[in-house]
């Protein structure tokens, strides 16, 4: 059974470039969320997706947007990169969004860096 | 606003030794879970152990258990019998029903051999 996987694993972007990360939920889970991790920091909650609909956000400007496919998989484009948008970003996914104690599997991460 | 402190950006045990990691939490709900998660260095966040706030008891996962305190808002995990594989970041994080999962900035455990 395979878990949650993410690509790319690293990538590397210039200042307002635009880049897209993929994320497979783990089989049998409909519920794929999105958090950035800075270095050194705990992950923070960007957005989740559910019925390939963004169900809560996060405090993350309209730069981040992401899309859920029909088969649960889900994308996190970011817009006009930062050099504050360089972290991991790690995707999340279970099974429903409620309740809220289903557990989160977590994939390996892509590591964004910004330059 | 919902925020998980966790106080000790580090931790050291001996190894077989017992180590306790604090985590504090602020809200207002009174339905929510809390969660302790595990990053070794290969980045991929692992579920260590979880308590629903409706409970009294304890969570108890082998070799790791929490003592939570909803009165005081703490939620510390316990690790017994320490292995060198226990070694990594470790995260409290909070979550509600209306709420997304919150996490606190993490403590490095250190295992010696």
């Known amino acids: 059974d395979a878990g949650v996987t993410q690509s790319p694993t690293h990538l590397i972007k210039t200042r307002g470039q635009q880049v897209t990360l993929r994320c497979s939920p783990k089989?049998?889970?409909?519920?794929v969320s999105w958090y950035q991790q800075a270095l050194g920091q705990g992950p923070q909650f960007i957005f989740q997706?559910?019925?390939?609909?963004?169900?809560q956000r996060g405090n993350f400007p309209d730069r981040f947007s992401g899309h859920q496919f029909p088969n649960y998989s889900s994308e996190l484009n970011v817009n006009a990169l930062l050099l504050g948008d360089s972290a991991l970003y790690l995707c999340?996914?279970?099974?429903?969004?409620?309740?809220?104690?289903?557990?989160?599997?977590f994939g390996p991460g892509t590591r964004l860096t910004v330059l | 606003a919902q925020t998980v402190t966790q106080s000790q950006p580090e931790m050291s045990v001996q190894e077989a030794e017992t180590v306790t990691l604090s985590c504090t939490y602020d809200t207002s709900e009174s339905d929510y879970y809390l969660f302790w998660y595990k990053q070794p260095p290969s980045r991929q966040m692992i579920l260590v152990i979880r308590q629903e706030a409706y409970k009294q008891q304890n969570a108890t996962e082998n070799r790791f258990s929490v003592n939570f305190q909803k009165a005081a808002k703490s939620f510390s995990l316990k690790i017994s019998d320490s292995q060198l594989g226990d070694a990594a970041m470790y995260f409290c994080a909070y979550r509600s029903a209306v709420n997304d999962m919150r996490f606190g900035a993490g403590t490095r455990l250190t295992v010696k051999p």
């Open positions: 089989s049998g889970h409909d519920t």
């Open positions: 997706y559910y019925e390939e609909e963004e169900r």
């Open positions: 999340a996914s279970s099974l429903d969004p409620e309740p809220s104690y289903n557990e989160q599997f």
